[in-house]
């Protein structure tokens, strides 16, 4: 059971789980500290200095906080958007690095009746020219 286990761990899909995990986390630290040192900021400047997470109205005596919810929906907004840089950024690296090159040409032009023949014809089968190409 115990060699199962370490084999379970240190397998690829379980170590790349827990690399993503962790990049994970300093990732949503850099885009908290965007948000809270750039963005709310700039939000507040933008709002006459209002607090977005203050934001609530109370109804029926039950205190009703959409800021919060409005604060976590920037948040979220933002954090996809990185994220889709990040994954557009991955994609598109992985297309270069597996591009394939443009398969070699199988046919030619005739220069003088305009069909598309064979690459390795010296004779055009359509209009019988010769071909010095």
Same mark, same amino acid.
Do not use: W
């Given at each position: 059971?115990?060699?199962?286990? *370490? *084999?379970?761990?240190?397998?690829?899909? +379980?170590?790349?789980?827990?690399?993503?995990?962790? =990049?994970?986390?300093?990732?949503?630290? =850099?885009?908290?500290?965007?948000?809270?040192?750039?963005i709310a900021?700039?939000?507040?400047?933008a709002?006459?200095?209002?607090? =977005?997470?203050?934001l609530?109205?109370?109804?029926?005596?039950?205190?009703?906080?959409?800021?919060?919810?409005?604060d976590?929906? +920037?948040?979220?907004?933002?954090?996809?958007? +990185?994220?889709?840089? =990040?994954?557009?950024? +991955?994609? *598109?690296?992985?297309?270069a690095?597996? *591009?394939?090159?443009?398969?070699?040409?199988?046919?030619?032009?005739?220069p003088?009746?305009? #069909?598309?023949?064979?690459?390795?014809?010296?004779?055009?089968?359509?209009?019988? #020219?010769?071909?010095?190409?």
């Open positions: 059971m115990l060699k199962e286990f *370490k *084999k379970f761990i240190t397998e690829g899909n +379980v170590m790349d789980l827990a690399v993503a995990v962790i =990049m994970g986390a300093a990732v949503k630290e =850099m885009v908290d500290g965007l948000i809270n040192g750039l900021p700039l939000i507040g400047a709002t006459a200095g209002v607090n =977005m997470k203050e609530a109205v109370t109804l029926a005596g039950v205190k009703l906080q959409y800021g919060l919810f409005l976590a929906l +920037v948040k979220f907004i933002i954090i996809a958007f +990185v994220v889709f840089i =990040m994954v557009k950024a +991955v994609n *598109k690296g992985r297309d690095l597996h *591009k394939e090159p443009a398969p070699e040409p199988t046919t030619k032009t005739c003088y009746c305009k #069909s598309e023949i064979d690459i390795t014809a010296t004779r055009c089968p359509h209009c019988t #020219s010769e071909l010095t190409e």
